[in-house]
Nanobody
C-alpha cells in the first residue's frame, strides 16, 4: 500500500484546510485509515481514524467538533477537513493505513504534509 498526502499549507487561525490521502496498491485489504500529526519536539499523535467496516470514526478530543475524517472508496482517497484551525494544530500530518492479517498488523505511512497555522 502506498499513501500520498496533499493539501497542507499555511493558514491563519480560524481558517480551514482539507488534507487528502491517496492510497494505491492493495487498498481492498485496508481495515483502518487514520491521520496522525507530529509537532516539533512532540510525539506523533492520533488525530482521527476511520474503519473500513461500517465507516465508524474516532477523534482526538483536541480536534473533535472541528475536524472531520472521511473516505471516498471509489477514489481510494481519505480526507481530513480541518475547520477553526488553531496555532496548536501546527504539525506535520501523516496518513496511515493498517491491514490486519493473521493476528499481525501491517502499518503503512505517507510522507507527511506540513500544516502551519499562524496566530
Amino acid at each position: 500500500v502506498q499513501l500520498v498526502e496533499s493539501g497542507g499549507g499555511l493558514v491563519q487561525a480560524g481558517g480551514s484546510l482539507r488534507l487528502s490521502c491517496a492510497a494505491s496498491g492493495s487498498t481492498f485489504s485496508i481495515n483502518r485509515m487514520a491521520w496522525y500529526r507530529q509537532a516539533p519536539g512532540k510525539q506523533r499523535e492520533l488525530v482521527a481514524r476511520i474503519f473500513s467496516d461500517g465507516g465508524s470514526t474516532n477523534y482526538a478530543s483536541s480536534v473533535k467538533g472541528r475536524f472531520t475524517i472521511s473516505r471516498d472508496n471509489a477514489k481510494n482517497t481519505m480526507y481530513l477537513q480541518m475547520n477553526s484551525l488553531k496555532p496548536e494544530d501546527t504539525a506535520v500530518y501523516y496518513c496511515n493505513a493498517e491491514i490486519y492479517s493473521n493476528y499481525v498488523t501491517y502499518a503503512y505511512w505517507g510522507q507527511g504534509t506540513q500544516v502551519t497555522v499562524s496566530s
